[in-house]
């Protein structure tokens, strides 16, 4: 009966079905990374810290949902192809990091840290080096000046600078 219920409520669309585990969050659509880059993150706000979230200003929606809208509806249009790959490629690889290891008992600190922590892996992998110049100046344009001080913005920054010159 519990089934059935699920199936009607998603068919007529009476109820909220909202996702109880990370690893239920839906991440970017692969086929449109611009159709709803940050909700993922709302999603995932809304189960950490015992369903309360980190608020406005935690990681997931003053940081992460803000600039995957930020630079999927406003950079991704300024950039080459391959800029918008690099971004596609970063964006997924970000929330599916996130979802395969933060747990919804982390603390809003520890998954502050955690998501800066992931930055730089993701940025190398999805191709960052292989972008111009101009290019890479571009995304990190992008990012507030307030939102440079973060906790292990730098060290993400230093990374991924030595991971470009090796």
Excluded at 22 to 38: K, S, Y
Excluded at 45 to 61: H, P, R
Excluded at 93 to 122: K, N, P
Aim: charged residues 20%; negative net charge; glycine residues 8%.
């Amino acid at each position: 009966m519990n089934r059935l219920l699920q199936i009607a409520c998603i068919m007529v669309n009476l109820c909220a079905c909202r996702p109880t585990r990370i690893d239920q969050c839906p991440l970017a659509n692969v086929t449109n990374t611009l159709e709803d880059p940050g909700d993922f993150y709302r999603c995932a706000e809304g189960i950490i810290n015992q369903g309360a979230g980190c608020g406005n200003d935690g990681y997931l929606l003053g940081y992460a949902a803000k600039y995957a809208e930020r630079y999927m509806w406003e950079v991704y249009p300024t950039l080459s192809n391959e800029g918008q790959r690099f971004l596609d490629l970063n964006l997924l690889c970000l929330q599916t990091i996130f979802r395969d290891t933060v747990e919804e008992g982390w603390s809003c600190d520890r998954i502050a840290e955690f998501g800066f922590q992931s930055h730089a892996a993701c940025y190398l992998s999805s191709g960052i080096c292989e972008l111009s110049l101009a290019e890479r100046l571009t995304i990190l344009m992008a990012v507030d000046s307030e939102d440079l001080n973060q906790p292990g913005q730098e060290e993400a920054f230093a990374e991924v600078a030595e991971g470009c010159d090796n």
